[in-house]
């Protein structure tokens, strides 16, 4: 990992190595952090952030389920984003800002400060070179999403993501590119930190939020370019079989972008490759950063 030298950390633009916390900061103990994933693209126009207030709007969504008092505005947070990718220079990159419950007092409920950063990083393509071109292969998970009214799906927050991390390292562990989990109902939910897209005859299907998943905002301009674009969209409870019966299958998310699935559980999905529905899907998301679709939305914010 090559680090960046600059990070925003609590207000202020800091050399990596001084965004510090203490050990005992109530976020390591007890997973009391929120966050986001966000992308910064070239485009014609220069370089712009994708949904930026968006992601913070949610971040601050996330900390108020979890109860979380916020010391910075959706705006004081937005512009650290560009504050800390201006810093280094950079205009592709991925963004991470997080809030977390500091050092403070001890104890489950204890009141802490919160503490707040803002890092970014070249990531890439996520699951690997080559995956949005070729796919990958994916198993279903043995560990199942979080049952309804135990931990909120709708959060992005830091603890949830034990689930997250339990699915992916098994795939890993397995040969496979990436997890799948189920919901605790037995039906689909979405991958270890991706959303879900089945293609039967022209038409997208995905999971809907009541399956224990987050819902995406990648998964929302998907939705919305392809209803844009004339395909059906339809958001409905899916068993697991149908991963194996779809004509095509991918994962989207901010860091996963949109991933076609070549085969799941060793079985072929459709023909074995990205297929026309899904190229045309990543045709019409990467085309909002070359200029060939048309941002109507306003989902891009600029950087300067």
């Not at 803002?118 to 979080?146: H, N």
């Not at 299907?205 to 995406?216: F, I, R, Y």
């Not at 899904?278 to 679709?293: A, C, D, V």
Request: charged share 20%; hydrophobic share 40%.
């Amino acid at each position: 990992m090559n680090y960046p030298e600059w990070i925003w950390h609590n207000g202020a633009i800091k050399h990596w190595a001084e965004a510090t916390t203490h050990v005992m900061s109530h976020a390591l103990h007890y997973g009391s952090s929120v966050f986001e994933g966000i992308r910064s693209y070239d485009t014609p126009n220069g370089p712009m952030i994708f949904r930026l207030s968006e992601h913070n709007t949610r971040l601050f969504a996330s900390a108020k389920i979890y109860d979380m008092p916020m010391p910075y505005t959706v705006e004081q947070v937005n512009q650290a984003c560009r504050d800390v990718l201006k810093a280094n220079n950079y205009t592709t990159d991925y963004l991470r800002p997080v809030a977390y419950r500091g050092l403070g007092g001890f104890g489950l409920s204890a009141d802490t400060p919160t503490d707040m950063a803002v890092a970014t990083w070249k990531m890439g393509q996520y699951l690997g070179a080559s995956v949005l071109e070729q796919g990958i292969d994916a198993c279903v998970s043995s560990w199942q999403r979080f049952a309804p009214n135990t931990i909120p799906a709708g959060a992005k927050a830091g603890g949830n993501y034990l689930s997250g991390q339990l699915v992916a390292r098994e795939a890993r562990r397995l040969g496979f590119g990436e997890g799948i989990a189920l919901a605790s109902t037995g039906l689909l939910s979405e991958g270890a930190g991706e959303n879900l897209f089945l293609i039967f005859d022209g038409a997208l299907h995905t999971t809907p939020v009541s399956a224990a998943l987050l819902n995406g905002i990648t998964r929302n301009t998907i939705i919305t370019l392809a209803r844009d674009a004339g395909y059906t969209v339809v958001e409905r409870d899916l068993p697991r079989e149908y991963l194996y019966l779809c004509d095509e299958l991918f994962m989207c998310g901010t860091a996963a972008e949109i991933t076609p699935i070549r085969s799941v559980d060793g079985r072929q999905v459709g023909a074995g490759k990205p297929g026309p529905v899904t190229q045309r899907m990543q045709e019409l998301f990467f085309g909002l950063f070359s200029g060939k679709t048309p941002d109507k939305y306003g989902w891009l914010e600029r950087v300067d």
